[in-house]
């Protein structure tokens, strides 16, 4: 199983970036995928999935800026984020999930200056 993630890179606040990962090896649309934030010397904490039927689950603090969207044909979920924040600065994972099995991704940075 290989979740290879891309995007990320460094913006001003309020500015928008997006993150875009693909699974292989997986059967991809019977999974959870989701997207992880682990800002430095804190815990890493979900921001956004979607489950197999498309049903979506946000951060509060994300709410309204960021959305997530899948793509089981190209075996892709992506992430676009807008009116970025200091506070939004992370390693970004991608992650896969069913059957109580995690699967993670390498991070992304993402760098939000204010």
């Known amino acids: 199983v290989q979740l290879q993630a891309s995007g990320g890179g460094s913006v001003q606040a309020g500015g928008s970036l997006a993150l875009s990962c693909r699974g292989h090896?997986?059967?991809?649309?019977?999974?959870?995928m989701g997207w992880f934030r682990q800002a430095p010397g804190e815990q890493r904490t979900l921001v956004a999935r979607t489950t197999v039927t498309g049903t979506t689950t946000y951060a509060d603090s994300v709410t309204g800026r960021f959305t997530i969207t899948r793509d089981n044909a190209e075996n892709t979920v992506s992430l676009q984020m807008n009116d970025l924040k200091p506070e939004d600065t992370g390693h970004y994972y991608c992650?896969?999930?069913?059957?109580?099995?995690?699967?993670w991704g390498k991070g992304t940075l993402v760098t939000v200056s204010s």
């Open positions: 992650n896969a999930y069913l059957n109580r099995i995690n699967h």
């Open positions: 090896g997986i059967l991809f649309m019977r999974y959870t």
